[in-house]
């Protein structure tokens, strides 16, 4: 479980073939201290959760499954991309943004990108079976960013990106017509379920 507060950006190294067909191993070079992190340890990779398989220096390898990589944007990673990286929760630790877990329920894309004072207004544009859980003034995970949501109109929704998430995350060199990896907020999932019985 992670909280959407990114702790690093780090790089894709290398996008090798797994060993079953689809499945792909990405080496990836980070600023975070890898000795205490265990071999099967889980690393939120631009909001996807996978387990480190090997460790050197300062990069490890994770895998990703052919599934893995139709339902997010990691098939579109190449040599030298960015990624943001969170390690996960531990006991005790500050929950500074809101609870993520690290599965990806969507890939959407940056429509807009727009100054606004001393932060950009991003308005991104969801797939239609996840608009629906996306509220304004509540959490969405964006590549794995926490985020709060501004406003929503059909299938968009928009949020103001301050200079600093900016600075400390791969939203700084953001363009549109990005795709990006959505996890909406758990809590409005079990409400819309909740509705759905009622309903029935």
Known sequence: MFTGIVSDVGEVLSVVP????????????????????????????????????????????????????????????????PINLELSLKLGDELGGHLVYGHVDGVGRIVSMTPEGGSVRFVFEAPPELARFIAPKGSIAVDGISLTVNEVSGDRFGVNIISHTQAVTTLGKAKVGQRVNLEVDMLARYVARLLEHEKA
């Open 18 to 81: 797994g060993g079953k067909e689809g499945d792909r191993r990405f080496v990836i070079r980070t600023r975070h201290d890898l000795k205490p992190i265990a071999i099967g340890a889980s690393i939120a990779c631009s909001g996807c959760c996978l387990t480190v398989t090997e460790k050197e220096g300062d990069r490890f390898t994770v895998e990703a499954s052919g599934e893995t990589l139709v339902k997010t944007h990691l098939g579109d990673w190449r040599d030298g991309m």
